[in-house]
């Protein structure tokens, strides 16, 4: 006689308990992380320490951290996520890691797009974007990863803020002149 087993619990659940936990473990992690990038910035650079921390902090996030920009920045993200949203302290991380970003010049140019528009207007556009990029990025420190370069995470963001104004630009665009739209927006 064949019985039946007890049904299988749905994969989803699984994949949904495991980004769970690793939600959990990530504020541990951060911690650590901040721990030693204090460590690799306390002691004298290229020393025994010093790489030895660094090497730590390579087995945590998988990527080596020997760019001194990176470093700094990743000290900042954490402090801030450290802090609760609202706090000044978190405030003041995240406005220092936008001024490092700024005058680093390593900011992304988007060159592919200023050929297709005036100057004027790529700056403006290219300005608007910025800000919705730096807005989205203190609003959503907890969104980086540190396995991966915090320059790539605000350049990728970067450029997909400029893809929703570019987009909204169109649209606006198009709703001011094209008669068919204009009408189908007054019935």
Known sequence: MHTKSSPQPLPRFRVQEASHQSLNISIPMDQQLL???LQARSHLPGSIPQQQALAQLAQLTGRTH?????????ELI????????????RQQRLTRLIIIIEQSGRLTRLRKYAHSYPTSMFTDLYNEAKQKAWMYICNNPELYRPEKPILAWVNSNFKYK???VLNEQKFRRTCFYDPFVL???RL
Do not use: C, N, T
Not at 66 to 74: A, H, K, M
Not at 78 to 89: F, I
């Open 183 to 185: 009408e189908k927006i």
């Open 78 to 89: 954490l402090e801030a996520r450290s802090h609760p949203s609202e706090s000044v302290s």
């Open 162 to 164: 400029f893809l929703d």
């Open 66 to 74: 020997e760019d001194s920009l990176e470093r700094q920045l990743l």
């Open 35 to 37: 721990a030693l990038l």
